[in-house]
């Protein structure tokens, strides 16, 4: 089942500058770094990653969803939602969407990706171009059953190319940071 109610407590997206209290740097790294989060995990998970997809399907987009891709309320999007996993544990859930209308014609066949990293696909097209990271403590609404926690933190942006806009959310779940504390030579 998709992850698309829209609770009343949605969070507040935010850029780093605006975040106040910082959580603690090393949380700030794994937050804001612009590099591939899937070749982080690779690294991390001494190439024991994996991708797990959830769900993939048309739906309406969340309102925060539509906002940040500067799209009506309520319009019809491609979403993925995916486990990133290390050593088969999910680390990260993540949330992927994109307006119908953008898709169509683009080329990126975000229905063919199955088990294959929709962020290393991004990251490997020099068209597209990352906009600002935002983070905030994802509503536990949204998330799996599995992983309705409260707090975790969270961080999203848009990659443009051209008229399209891939928006993708990824919510670190509370596996990933015992594994990175586990590791500290890896932080």
């Known amino acids: 089942m998709p ?5 009343p407590d949605a969070c507040q997206w935010l850029i780093q500058s605006l975040l106040l209290p910082a959580p ?3 949380t700030l790294n794994w937050l804001f770094n612009e590099d591939s989060l899937t070749r982080r995990l690779t690294w991390l998970s001494n190439d024991g990653f994996s991708v797990t997809p959830l769900f993939e399907g048309w739906q309406p987009l969340r309102d925060d969803e539509c906002a940040a891709l500067g799209l009506p309320p309520a319009t019809i999007g491609w979403v993925r ?3 990133l996993r290390g050593h088969g544990q999910p680390w990260v859930f993540a949330r992927s969407v994109a307006a119908r209308s953008a898709l169509q014609g683009d080329g990126l066949h975000m229905d063919e990706l199955g088990s ?3 962020g ?5 097209d020099q068209a597209f171009t990352r906009q ?6 994802y509503p536990q609404q949204w998330l799996p059953v599995a992983d309705q926690v409260d707090g975790l933190w969270a961080r999203r942006s848009r990659f443009d190319r051209g008229p399209l806009s891939v928006l993708v959310a990824e919510i670190f779940l509370p596996s990933f940071w015992h ?3 586990a590791h500290p030579e890896n932080c």
């Open 116 to 118: 294959r990293s929709l």
């Open 120 to 124: 290393e696909l991004l990251f490997c």
């Open 3 to 7: 992850h698309s109610i829209d609770p």
């Open 24 to 26: 603690a740097p090393l």
């Open 81 to 83: 939602e995916v486990y």
């Open 179 to 181: 594994a990175l504390h």
């Open 132 to 137: 600002a990271i935002e983070v905030c403590h």
